[in-house]
């Protein structure tokens, strides 16, 4: 009486648990039955199966009950010659299958008691369970993340060490890379802060999906804008490009499909709040806002900005192995030339960034000295061949 009360209890024990998993880590009920069954065959057969000699195992739990049943699959046969496999026409009669069922060629299941998995089995069935939790909740990921390149999730820092940081995002736990971390001192990434990352995609770690996150990818600065800028949301505004030297100063090219939206307005926001509040999620981070412009000699010098050109000589080649090369020469005042370049070469950094071209700024003496030289050399040549 007290056995039978037990396993009673025992198998709405199964039930209940398979509830509070499904419901605590959103997986269907369906997936835990099936990777509870897989582990009760895959015990059955390490404890009293090691060679493999049974074929066919199965196990099926009631899905309202929780009774187990676990049983192997016989071959009906004229004379059994595999007791481990097979069973003759005569004992399947015996074990009282239907005469109409008694075909050589069928196949029956022959039940085996639960108890005889023992102890050691129980370890064992509970060690696959947690190896098919973890491949359920792995699709569960894919299916969540994998669609989610590019873009922004808020996630918890849970740890740090000398290679990645770790975030909670839900229920999954993504990393953030060392290359995918900004280097300085306003950028901390204390336990418990909440921030805000760009989705870099799925890697496997230690057998199962981790979700990969970047905070120096120029694609965050530019999903933080979407976000706080309806008239980009709309589709109103859009943005160009993005060049980014993560935790430093960033540029950024906005265009207006409405020609009644000032873009650069629109996303500085009334009082600079829109931009503020970006720059406040990349840790204070600069940035600059420019203006796009089809015409690349226009667009360069908006992207100098805030130095101003003179002149923009372009020149778009194909090299030796033709590869597409875009280089300009542009032309500023002498006062401008250290602001045109910028701190250690940031700011015509960005704009090559931005642009696609590679930048060759001159001061307006350099290239007025250069065009008297050339002159001389001309009339020298010149006076050389009256000689």
């Known amino acids: 009486m007290a056995k039978r009360k037990k396993e009673e209890e025992q198998r709405e024990s199964i039930v209940d648990i398979v509830k509070l998993l499904a419901k605590e880590r959103d997986i269907?009920?369906?997936?835990?039955?099936?990777?509870?069954?897989?582990?009760?065959?895959?015990?059955?057969?390490?404890?009293?199966?090691?060679?493999?000699?049974?074929?066919?195992?199965?196990?099926?739990?009631?899905?309202?009950?929780g009774e187990i049943v676990v049983y192997r699959m016989l071959e009906i046969v004229e004379e059994a010659l595999d007791p481990e496999n097979e069973i003759s026409v005569e004992d399947a009669r015996e074990n009282g299958l239907d005469e109409e069922y008694c075909v050589v060629g069928n196949m029956i299941p022959l039940t085996i008691e639960v108890e005889e998995l023992g102890s050691l089995a129980a370890d064992a069935a509970k060690n696959s369970i947690k190896q098919k939790l973890k491949e359920a909740e792995g699709v569960k990921i894919q299916r969540e993340f994998a669609d989610k390149k590019d873009r922004i999730v808020t996630g918890t820092i849970i740890r740090k060490d000398n290679n990645a940081v770790y975030v909670s995002i839900g229920r999954a736990e993504a990393i953030v890379k060392?290359?995918?971390?900004?280097?300085?001192?306003?950028?901390?990434?204390?336990?418990?802060?909440?921030?805000?990352?760009?989705?870099?995609?799925?890697?496997?770690?230690?057998?199962?999906?981790?979700?990969?996150?970047?905070?120096?990818?120029p694609e965050l600065v530019k999903q933080l804008f979407a976000m706080e800028v309806p008239e980009i949301k709309a589709g109103d505004v859009i943005i160009k490009s993005v060049a980014r030297e993560a935790g430093s100063r960033s540029k950024i090219a906005v265009y207006s499909r409405d020609p009644d939206i000032d873009a650069k307005g629109a996303c500085?926001?009334?009082?600079?709040?829109?931009?503020?509040?970006?720059?406040?999620?990349?840790?204070?981070?600069?940035?600059?806002?420019?203006?796009?412009?089809?015409?690349?000699?226009?667009?360069?010098?908006?992207?100098?900005?805030?130095?101003?050109?003179?002149?923009?000589?372009?020149?778009?080649?194909?090299?030796?192995?033709?590869?597409?090369?875009?280089?300009?020469?542009?032309?500023?005042?002498?006062?401008?030339?250290?602001?045109?370049?910028?701190?250690?070469?940031?700011?015509?950094?960005?704009?090559?960034?931005?642009?696609?071209?590679?930048?060759?700024?001159?001061?307006?003496?350099?290239?007025?000295?250069?065009?008297?030289?050339?002159?001389?050399?001309g009339f020298q040549v010149a006076e050389e061949g009256e000689e």
Not at 184 to 206: A, L, P, T
Not at 310 to 320: A, K, L, T
């Open 268 to 377: 500085v926001g009334q009082r600079g709040q829109r931009v503020q509040q970006v720059m406040s999620e990349l840790s204070d981070e600069k940035i600059d806002i420019v203006d796009y412009k089809e015409d690349p000699a226009l667009f360069i010098s908006e992207a100098l900005q805030p130095a101003k050109a003179i002149r923009v000589d372009i020149e778009i080649s194909n090299n030796e192995d033709g590869v597409l090369e875009q280089r300009a020469k542009v032309i500023v005042p002498d006062d401008q030339f250290s602001l045109a370049i910028g701190k250690s070469g940031q700011n015509v950094r960005l704009a090559a960034k931005l642009t696609g071209f590679s930048i060759d700024i001159r001061r307006e003496s350099d290239e007025s000295d250069e065009a008297v030289r050339d002159l001389t050399e």
């Open 178 to 217: 060392r290359n995918g971390q900004v280097k300085n001192d306003r950028e901390r990434y204390e336990q418990d802060r909440k921030m805000k990352f760009i989705v870099k995609g799925i890697e496997e770690s230690g057998g199962r999906p981790t979700v990969v996150l970047s905070r120096t990818d």
């Open 28 to 65: 269907e009920e369906e997936e835990i039955f099936k990777a509870i069954e897989s582990g009760i065959v895959a015990a059955y057969r390490r404890e009293f199966d090691a060679q493999k000699r049974i074929k066919s195992v199965r196990a099926e739990i009631d899905r309202e009950t």
